[in-house]
């Protein structure tokens, strides 16, 4: 098997602590020369760099080099995979969106309503930037992209890479949803065969099957019904994220035909979401002292003890998910996985250039979406008014348009009222001045 040389965009991420344990765990299936680890920020990805140097020397003293660089040419030259976990502006970026859309009394989120919005317009530029520079090393890597909000991240590179085929857009959430449907009926996610369609944190799951083709589906929403569904792994124990997912029971009682992705929240139920925050203290802030906090302290106690001894410190969904769908681009493995991908008549009766999110075969000739079909009304009109908000968004970027950015906004069912579209706008451009070129 060839051995794969992989950067990873994003080396101070939070989320990279976890994603190398999960290389580390998929190592025989995946195997690995070297990992690059690249980030504009120096210090921080030294951090988690210091603490991964110790856990190779540990779990994977085969692999051949290990890099650490804010060097492009360094992290892109020769690699066969980028893996791209970026926040422009910071998790304090974040915290000021969600606390400007509480304080209007919308929805304050990282990646729905105007706080996704905000999120959206930062990262543009810096996505457009990383996959130019990372086209100018290395013209075949492969580049999955977890960088949010994904769905607004997705439809402006189509715009600036349309032949791109070796860049994937993906979402953790799917998994993440199926790893806690599984646990309802005592199975293992990686057992399950999703139907699934919609857009980035916006669609639904049709039917689940096994793998042997047994249908799971009635088993599964009757369990949903009758004991909640729960998160596991990596979030079972976040209050936040058990709060959302105890909200899926509630959500299919009402819109009965299928399992919802758990960010429907948002849109279906608004007010409630807007009512159970702290403007004071919202999910920013809980990330902050959190997850966040947690993953730099124990940094800095596995670099000064220079060994692992204590620490719980295992492969997650989240990086597992995004390792085994490289795997099926390395090795043409043909297997399904729930992904981003233009629409181009998989969904014939929404826009074809939308960006959707579906299962696909992942082949080395890259993502091979598999037929939905025609979805009912509600679908189609919840679907279509959501990708005409990221359009919009996308639009109003490129051509620094504020009148676009306020129909878009006007269109976000975490919105609706255009007054409040209006102040929020004033609030959001005054707040993200910085970040925002083609509107100041
Ligand atoms: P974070 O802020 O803790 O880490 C991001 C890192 O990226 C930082 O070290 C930062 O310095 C670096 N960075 C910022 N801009 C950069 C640039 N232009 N080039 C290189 N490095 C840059 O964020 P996090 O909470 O760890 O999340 C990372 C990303 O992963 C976010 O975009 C988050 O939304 C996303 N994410 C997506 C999914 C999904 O389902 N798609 C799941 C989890 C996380
Ligand atoms: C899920 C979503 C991601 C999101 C992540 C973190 O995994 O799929 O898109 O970034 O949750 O959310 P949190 O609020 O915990 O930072
Ligand atoms: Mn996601």
């Known amino acids: 098997m060839k051995k794969q040389h992989l950067t990873i965009a994003g080396g101070g991420s939070t989320y990279t602590l976890g994603m190398l344990m999960s290389l580390i765990s998929e190592k025989e299936n995946f195997p690995l020369a070297s990992i690059t680890f690249y980030d504009t920020d120096a210090e921080r990805q030294q951090k988690v760099a210091d603490a991964s140097k110790v856990v190779i020397q540990e779990k994977y003293p085969e692999l051949e080099e290990f890099i650490v660089t804010t060097d492009k040419e360094t992290a892109y030259k020769d690699k066969d995979f980028i893996f791209v976990q970026i926040r422009t502006g910071g998790l304090e970026m974040r915290k000021q969106d969600e606390e400007i859309s509480l304080a209007h009394g919308i929805v304050g989120q990282e990646t729905c309503g105007p706080g996704g919005m905000a999120y959206g317009l930062r990262s543009i530029k ?37 032949d791109d085929y070796r860049l994937i857009n993906i979402c953790d959430m ?30 639904w799951f049709t039917d689940i099957y096994d ?16 004991e909640g569904l729960q998160p596991e792994s990596e979030i079972a124990d976040d209050p936040s994220w058990i709060a959302t997912f105890k909200q899926a029971e509630q959500t299919l009682r009402d819109f009965p035909e299928f399992i919802p992705n758990t960010y429907l929240q948002y849109y279906l139920y608004p007010q409630k979401m807007v009512e159970k925050e702290d403007p004071k203290y919202t999910r920013a802030s809980q990330v902050i002292g959190g997850r966040a906090k947690e993953v730099f302290e124990m940094c800095e106690r596995i670099a000064a003890a220079q060994s692992l001894e204590g620490e719980v410190l295992e492969g997650d969904v989240h990086g597992v998910y995004m390792v085994k769908i490289a795997e099926a681009f390395a090795y043409n493995k043909n297997e399904k996985f729930i992904v981003m991908t233009q629409n181009n008549g998989t969904i014939p009766n929404i826009p074809q250039e939308a960006i959707i999110e579906v299962p696909a075969l992942i082949t080395s000739n890259g993502v091979k979406p598999i037929q939905v079909g025609e979805v009912d009304t509600f679908y189609k009109g919840l679907m279509e008014n959501q990708y005409a908000y990221e359009k919009l968004t996308v639009d109003a ?15 976000n069912r975490t919105v609706v009222n255009a007054n409040v579209a209006n102040e929020l706008l004033t609030d959001l451009l005054a707040a993200n001045k910085d970040y925002w070129p083609n509107f100041h």
């Open 174 to 203: 799917p998994i993440s949803i199926m790893n806690g449907l599984a646990t309802l009926i005592d199975r293992d996610v990686w057992d399950l065969d999703p139907e699934y369609f919609g857009l980035n944190h916006f669609g």
């Open 211 to 226: 793998k042997s083709g047994k249908k799971l589906t009635d088993e599964i929403k009757e369990k949903i019904l009758s």
């Open 126 to 162: 810096d996505m457009i930037e990383l996959v130019e520079d990372i086209r100018s090393y290395s013209k075949d890597a492969w580049i999955l992209n977890y960088t949010n909000p994904a769905a607004i991240v997705a439809e402006a590179l189509k715009r600036v890479f349309p």
């Open 397 to 411: 970027y490129f051509e620094g348009s504020r009148l676009k950015l306020l129909q878009a906004l006007t269109l």
